[in-house]
């Protein structure tokens, strides 16, 4: 059963991502002329699609926060772009409105997840490095 949100998104799918992309990047460092905006664009018309057609969302989602996690964004600034969906699907009853906040706070707490364990792989490297660096400076300074 299709909803009527994701009707919406489905009749209105290049005009909701434009303007989604152009939030979503105005949230990065480099704006809309970077190359992670491109990137993150693309990822979230892929989310977009999946979000419209009911189909699982799991490795979309993952790739988009893989994208944001590297970026220097607090949580809150990063993840708030999926937020950003939520105005750009006008026209709705209140129940689908209701329906499709939902659906978006569900989404934003998935995402935070999948933004957090791309976060701890991160700061696993760089101590994993550190402690490399640490070994090495140790092995020379005993040679």
Same mark, same amino acid.
Not at 5 to 15: D, K, T
Not at 28 to 33: E, T
Not at 121 to 126: A, G, N, S
């Given at each position: 059963?299709? /909803?009527a #949100?994701?009707?919406? *998104?489905?009749? /209105?799918?290049?005009?909701v991502l434009?303007? #989604?992309?152009?939030?979503?990047a =105005?949230r990065?460092? =480099?704006? /809309?002329?970077s190359?992670?905006?491109e990137?993150l664009?693309?990822?979230?018309?892929?989310l977009l699609?999946? *979000?419209a057609?009911?189909?699982?969302i799991?490795?979309k989602l993952?790739?988009i926060?893989?994208? *944001?996690?590297v970026?220097e964004?607090?949580?809150?600034?990063a993840?708030? *772009?999926?937020?950003?969906?939520f105005?750009?699907?006008g026209?709705?009853?209140a $129940? $689908?409105r209701d329906?499709?906040? $939902?659906?978006?706070?569900g989404l934003?707490l998935q995402?935070f997840?999948?933004?957090?364990?791309?976060?701890e792989?991160?700061?696993?490297?760089?101590v994993d490095e550190?402690?490399r660096?640490m070994?090495?400076?140790?092995?020379?300074?005993?040679?």
């Open positions: 059963m299709t /909803n #949100w994701e009707l919406a *998104l489905m009749e /209105n799918r290049q005009a434009d303007r #989604w992309s152009a939030a979503a =105005g990065l460092p =480099g704006g /809309n002329a190359p992670v905006a990137a664009a693309g990822e979230l018309g892929m699609d999946a *979000l057609g009911g189909s699982a799991d490795e993952a790739r926060t893989r994208i *944001l996690a970026q964004l607090p949580p809150s600034k993840l708030a *772009l999926f937020h950003d969906l105005p750009l699907c026209g709705l009853s $129940d $689908d329906r499709f906040r $939902d659906r978006i706070d934003v995402a997840d999948s933004y957090m364990k791309h976060r792989t991160i700061y696993q490297l760089k550190g402690r660096r070994h090495m400076a140790l092995r020379r300074a005993e040679a």
